[in-house]
């Protein structure tokens, strides 16, 4: 099929990509003439594992191409997805980009015979693509749905494991609003042998929403057992965490054994979610919420236990080492989660405020994230040491603090730790194998 993408970030060049790898014809557009520029030659703007490779071979095959037109590509499309950015103001996503595509591919509509068919891949509430989509096409093209079709087709993706999960989904959800479109999403995703829900384009972007609030919801109320745990004393977070991993209903027993779901991994105490996802969504489905008289009580407190999270580490290190003023601090993980330098709601930016706050003395490291931490925490990156070797910064530092369950600072329990404070925010290591130092974490009271 002949596919046009609108946006190039994370999921529309992912989509994209992934889309010419499985055989369909696929131009990307983007208003940033040096991103396009640098698609063409091969190279992402953005970091993704596996993405280089596979946008290289796609250009290869001439089944994907980047461009600034808009008009060009969807004169002979089938299909044009819109993936475009949805970000939070004030608690409710701002549909600005989303608004100026559908008026822009409306335009062009109103200038051809030619249908097309217009699907929302961009994150938006319940009732946007059937309302406000729809109304700005049909205002722009002065045409009726019908002329045009109208779908709305979520994406799950992980920063880091992106590719991955395009090319191995576990559901596809195919919103629509018209047969014609219904028709054209399947053929697109033909290719791809797994459940496929078919809903109206409202069920799709509520199932969106509802995957990911439940999803922090699960995080937010391990973390408050995880600070019960600690207040209660002589009781470890993972410990229990572990005793409830154990119910069958988590981890079904099967004649072959026991299985050991993906979910599991969200249920572990830590210090936060952060990301483009969770935290955006929540307050929008929230404000959604609110808006239709609903009190969203349980949405609220999500976002409280997360918004509070973060500021345990300090918390912690001050009540176990008193003032930080002129500790030596090593702050190891800036992205928000492992693999991605995506920094967007990192916890590793309030951890490291607060300890500027406590007047520490503070160096960082991160593998792909430290140009857009430095972006994103201003004018205090000043007062912030960034290295390029950790390993050599654990000699120096005093007080270690792993925020990214990277899998690489695993090896701190190789190096020198003896005298020092190891605070392990991701339980990624074992405090056995770090004895010599003062291992703390969240979820577990002070020794």
Not at 333 to 344: I, Q
Not at 411 to 437: C, H, Q
């Amino acid at each position: 099929m002949r596919v046009t993408v609108v946006g190039s970030g994370y999921v529309g060049l992912v989509s994209g990509v992934c889309l010419a790898v499985k055989g369909h014809d696929v131009t990307c557009v983007d208003l940033r003439r040096d991103v396009v520029a640098q698609l063409n030659d091969g190279v992402p703007h953005i970091h993704e594992r596996g993405l280089p490779e596979l946008l290289k071979s796609v250009l290869a095959s001439a089944r994907f191409r980047a461009t600034t037109d808009l008009h060009a590509p969807i004169e002979t499309a089938e299909i044009a997805l819109i993936a475009v950015g949805t970000p939070s103001k004030n608690g409710a996503i701002d549909l600005s980009a989303v608004r100026q595509c559908a008026r822009q591919i409306g335009a062009y509509l109103a200038t051809t015979p030619h249908h097309l068919s217009v699907v929302v891949k961009s994150t938006v509430i319940p009732g946007t693509t059937d309302t406000i989509v729809r109304e700005e096409l049909e205002h722009s093209s002065g045409k009726k749905l019908g002329a045009f079709g109208l779908g709305m087709n979520p994406e799950f993706l992980r920063e880091g494991e992106a590719i991955e999960d395009f090319m191995e989904p576990d559901r596809i959800v195919i919103g629509q609003e018209d047969e014609r479109t219904l028709a054209r999403l399947e053929e697109l995703y033909a290719p791809w042998n797994c459940d496929k829900l078919r809903v109206n384009t409202r069920t799709a972007e509520m199932i969106k929403y509802a995957n990911n609030a439940i999803l922090a919801t699960q995080i937010s109320v391990v973390n408050e057992v995880a600070n019960l745990c600690a207040a209660v004393g002589g009781v470890d977070a993972l410990d229990v965490m572990r005793g409830v991993h154990l119910d069958k209903r988590w981890s079904p027993i099967t004649p072959l054994g026991r299985l050991v779901p993906q979910i599991l991994t969200y249920l572990i105490p830590g210090c936060g979610f952060g990301g483009s996802c969770f935290p955006k969504d929540v307050q929008a489905l929230r404000t959604q919420g609110e808006s239709l008289g609903l009190p969203m009580n349980i949405l609220n407190a999500v976002l409280d236990v997360n918004a509070a999270q973060p500021g345990q580490i300090v918390s912690i290190l001050e009540r176990k080492l008193g003032a930080l003023s002129g500790r030596r601090t090593l702050v190891l993980g800036l992205s928000f989660k492992p693999n991605t330098d995506d920094v967007r709601e990192s916890a590793s930016i309030k951890i490291a405020r607060d300890l500027l706050r406590a007047e520490a003395d503070v160096r960082c490291y991160d593998p792909l994230a430290t140009e857009n931490f430095k972006l994103a925490i201003g004018i205090a990156a000043n007062r912030i040491q960034f290295s390029s070797d950790w390993r050599r910064e654990v000699e120096w530092a005093e007080i270690v603090i792993i925020a990214t369950r990277t899998q690489e600072y695993g090896e701190l329990t190789s190096l020198r730790v003896a005298g020092k404070t190891v605070f392990d925010a991701r339980r990624l290591i074992n405090p056995a194998d770090v004895a010599p130092a003062d291992y703390l974490t969240i979820g577990r009271r002070l020794n």
